[in-house]
C-alpha cells in the first residue's frame, strides 16, 4: 500500500479566502483523485489528477472553483477558492497503482470556513 | 449511471460476535470492482477488501470477508470477533473499469459494545 500525506491536516479559515491542499505520495501511482466528504455525508468525487495536463472534473464541480495541478507522478494539489462555509469538509487525495484497482486514500484535510 | 445502496445507516454489534453490514450495487456494466473502507473518527479512509466482478471466490482478508452474490448485485461484508477499534463508519464503494472512478454508498456506522 502508499504512504500518502495531505497538508494541511485540518484548517480554520475566513469566507472569501482560498486554501490549497497538498497530496504527496512516497513513489509513483498512475492515478490521482480528489474527493470532498460534506458533514455526514459520503465521499463525492471532484476530479481526477491528470499529471501534465488539466484535471477532469466530475459533475458540479469546476476549474475555477477547485484548481488542481499535478506536475508529477507524486505530487498534487487541490485549491478550494472564494470560499463559504458551505465548502467545510473533509477533502482527501486517493491515489491507485499501475496493475491494481485499489484507490488508497491519504489521512484527508479537514475544512472549516466561517 | 451506478447505484451504491447501503440500507443499514447505524449499527450496533458486541464484542466478539460477527457483524454483517449490506452492500447493494446497480450497474450494467459486466466489469468492476466493489470495495469495503473503513473511516475511523480520524477522518482516514481505510481499504478493507476488494472483490472483483469476476472472482468467483468470495474475497477474505483476515477478519474481514465479503459476501459477493452477484445475481442479487450485493456485496455484504462480514466482520468477524469484532472489537472495540472496529468502532467506525464503513463504506461500500463500487469502480468503474474504463474510468477508475470509485462511486461510494452513504455509509453504515458500526458501534462496538464491550
Known amino acids: 500500500s502508499a504512504v500518502i500525506s495531505q497538508k494541511p491536516s485540518r484548517d480554520i479559515c475566513q469566507r472569501g479566502t482560498s486554501l490549497t491542499i497538498q497530496c504527496q505520495v512516497d513513489s509513483q501511482v498512475t492515478m490521482m483523485f480528489w474527493y470532498r466528504q460534506q458533514p455526514g455525508q459520503s465521499l463525492t468525487l471532484i476530479a481526477t489528477?491528470?499529471?501534465?495536463?488539466?484535471?477532469?472534473?466530475e459533475s458540479g464541480f469546476v476549474i475555477d472553483k477547485f484548481p488542481i495541478s499535478r506536475p508529477n507522478l507524486t505530487f498534487s494539489t487541490l485549491t478550494v477558492s472564494n470560499m463559504s462555509p458551505e465548502d467545510s469538509s473533509i477533502y482527501l487525495c486517493s491515489v491507485e497503482y499501475r496493475g491494481t484497482e485499489t484507490q488508497y486514500f491519504g489521512p484527508g484535510t479537514r475544512l472549516l470556513v466561517l | 449511471a451506478q447505484k451504491i445502496t447501503q440500507t443499514q445507516p447505524g449499527m450496533f454489534v458486541q464484542e466478539k460476535e460477527a457483524v454483517t453490514l449490506d452492500c447493494t450495487y446497480d450497474?450494467?456494466?459486466?466489469?468492476?470492482?466493489l470495495f469495503w473502507y473503513k473511516q475511523p473518527s480520524s477522518g482516514e479512509m481505510i481499504f478493507l477488501i476488494y472483490?472483483?466482478?469476476?472472482?468467483?471466490q468470495n474475497a477474505t482478508e483476515g477478519r474481514y470477508s465479503l459476501n459477493f452474490q452477484k445475481a442479487r448485485k450485493s456485496a455484504n461484508l462480514v466482520i468477524s470477533a469484532s472489537q472495540l477499534g472496529d468502532s467506525a463508519m464503513y463504506f461500500c464503494a463500487m469502480r468503474e473499469v474504463v474510468s477508475n472512478k470509485l462511486t461510494f454508498g452513504g455509509g453504515t456506522r458500526v458501534l462496538v459494545k464491550p
Open positions: 472483490q472483483g466482478s469476476y472472482d468467483e
Open positions: 450497474t450494467s456494466d459486466q466489469s468492476y470492482g
Open positions: 489528477a491528470n499529471q501534465g495536463s488539466e484535471a477532469t472534473y
